[in-house]
């Protein structure tokens, strides 16, 4: 399910990422790589997510891009 399924206060963990070659270089570089557990803290545009102990905004495409399992 894409990260902008989730609900606030619902941790996942990250199965892949199908962003544009940039993008996704960029995710990666912010932690989003597969299996790390990240937390909603807010949904919306951006959206807040807690990864690795960092808040990072993201607005809605990316959310799209993130794709999760519950964790």
């Not at 597969?34 to 807690?50: D, K, N, Y």
């Amino acid at each position: 399910m894409p990260l902008s399924a989730l609900r606030a206060g619902d941790t996942a963990l990250v199965v892949g990422i199908t962003a544009e070659q940039m993008a996704a270089k960029r995710l990666a570089d912010l932690g989003f790589v597969p299996g790390v557990r990240i937390e909603l803290i807010r949904r919306g545009a951006p959206c807040i997510v807690r990864i690795e102990g960092t808040r990072i905004g993201l607005g809605t495409q990316l959310q799209e891009s993130i794709h999760t399992v519950p964790a």
